[in-house]
């Protein structure tokens, strides 16, 4: 909708300045006097009047079809935080809230609303393949309405630079189908099925990590960073950046950095050998 009026806008404009390009190359001028001053009414009305109008008519443009995609509540809605740098997804559960990072699943032909904001600075959220693009602003909540219409899983990005791993701030989008989405956030929503006496979560534990990463249904309840209860599940790493596999994770958590410039996550370098392979294979297990 918005690309044939800016082409053919952009078109206009362009033929305009070459035929008055071309003439002011051809012409040669007798008389200065009159020549400054169709040159200023040149300014006036190419330079001032022109695009006031233009402008104002775009801005107008914009506005209304700004306003189909921000108005009205879609049956499905996801809040989206962003942060340096990944998502916090959240989903409105049957009891509760149902928190997750870095991807979002959504259910085909349905119009869903997401709620945007960040915790630091501004960020922005854009699907390319289903449409907007919408700022993510401290203390304040933006909505976005978009209907994926195909099933499948997109890309996303970050559109705004917000730092130094700006470019490594992407997230997946799962459209599944209607069922098929019923019956993922009902898994998304169970807790982690691990045993209380996990040697996996005894290093998870002892290391801290618990302080900034929730596992539900351990005593893991860190709000800093994703939430890892079914972390094995999703499609990448590090908010779209690396595969999930044992010695992608592995790497990540011996140097986030190395992954990631300026990750605000430490590096567990010092990991004696088999508390590393007990924690890598637990987390591999988060499903
Ligand atoms: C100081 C807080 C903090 C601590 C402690 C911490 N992390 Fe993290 N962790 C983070 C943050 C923040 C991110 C997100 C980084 C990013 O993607 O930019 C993260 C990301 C991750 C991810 C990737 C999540 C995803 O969705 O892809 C894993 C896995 C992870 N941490 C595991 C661990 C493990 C295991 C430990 C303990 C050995 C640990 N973390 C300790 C803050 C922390
Ligand atoms: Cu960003």
Same mark, same amino acid.
Request: glycine share 10%; with cysteine; proline share 7%.
């Given at each position: 909708?918005?690309?044939?009026?800016? !082409?053919?806008?952009?078109?206009?404009?362009?033929?305009?300045?070459?035929?008055?390009?071309?003439? #002011?190359?051809?012409?040669?001028?007798?008389?200065?006097?009159?020549?400054?001053?169709?040159?200023?009414?040149?300014?006036?009305?190419?330079?001032?009047?022109?695009?006031?109008?233009?402008? #104002?008519?775009?801005?107008?443009? &914009?506005?209304?079809?700004?306003?189909?995609?921000?108005?009205?509540?879609?049956?499905?809605?996801?809040?989206?935080?962003?942060?340096?740098?990944?998502?916090?997804?959240?989903?409105?559960?049957?009891?509760?809230?149902?928190?997750?990072?870095?991807?979002?699943?959504?259910? #085909?032909?349905?119009?869903?609303?997401?709620?945007?904001? /960040?915790?630091? %600075?501004?960020? /922005?959220?854009? !699907?390319?393949?289903?449409?907007?693009?919408?700022?993510?602003?401290?203390?304040?909540?933006?909505?976005?309405?978009?209907?994926?219409?195909?099933? &499948?899983?997109?890309?996303? %990005?970050?559109?705004?630079?917000?730092?130094?791993?700006? =470019?490594?701030?992407?997230?997946? %989008? %799962? !459209?599944?189908?209607?069922?098929?989405?019923?019956?993922?956030?009902?898994?998304?929503?169970?807790? =982690?099925?691990?045993?209380?006496?996990?040697?996996?979560?005894?290093?998870?534990?002892?290391?801290?990590? &618990?302080?900034?990463?929730?596992?539900?249904?351990?005593?893991?309840?860190?709000?800093?960073?994703?939430?890892?209860?079914?972390?094995? /599940?999703?499609?990448?790493?590090?908010?779209?950046?690396?595969?999930?596999?044992?010695?992608?994770?592995?790497?990540?958590?011996? #140097?986030?950095? =190395?992954?990631?410039?300026?990750?605000?996550?430490?590096?567990?370098?010092?990991?004696?050998?088999?508390?590393? /392979?007990?924690?890598?294979?637990?987390?591999?297990?988060?499903?």
């Amino acid at each position: 909708m918005l690309f044939w009026p800016l !082409v053919i806008g952009a078109g206009v404009i362009w033929t305009l300045v070459m035929v008055i390009a071309a003439y #002011a190359v051809r012409t040669t001028p007798v008389d200065p006097e009159r020549t400054e001053r169709l040159a200023r009414s040149m300014v006036r009305w190419g330079g001032v009047a022109l695009p006031t109008v233009v402008l #104002a008519g775009l801005l107008t443009f &914009g506005l209304i079809v700004l306003r189909d995609t921000t108005r009205g509540q879609g049956e499905t809605v996801v809040e989206v935080d962003g942060e340096q740098w990944w998502w916090r997804v959240t989903y409105e559960g049957e009891d509760g809230p149902i928190r997750d990072a870095n991807e979002i699943h959504l259910p #085909a032909g349905q119009p869903v609303t997401f709620r945007l904001t /960040s915790d630091d %600075v501004i960020h /922005s959220f854009w !699907v390319p393949a289903i449409g907007g693009k919408m700022d993510m602003i401290p203390g304040r909540t933006n909505e976005l309405t978009l209907t994926p219409t195909e099933t &499948g899983i997109w890309n996303g %990005v970050c559109a705004e630079f917000c730092g130094d791993a700006h =470019a490594q701030m992407l997230f997946k %989008v %799962v !459209v599944t189908d209607p069922d098929e989405h019923a019956a993922t956030l009902e898994r998304l929503a169970r807790p =982690a099925d691990v045993a209380d006496d996990d040697p996996g979560l005894a290093v998870f534990q002892e290391n801290g990590c &618990g302080a900034c990463h929730a596992i539900r249904g351990t005593p893991a309840r860190g709000r800093v960073g994703p939430d890892l209860t079914h972390f094995a /599940s999703r499609t990448t790493l590090a908010a779209g950046i690396r595969e999930i596999t044992p010695s992608t994770l592995r790497r990540w958590i011996a #140097a986030p950095e =190395a992954i990631k410039p300026g990750a605000d996550m430490p590096a567990y370098d010092d990991l004696t050998e088999a508390d590393m /392979s007990r924690l890598v294979d637990f987390l591999m297990r988060l499903e």
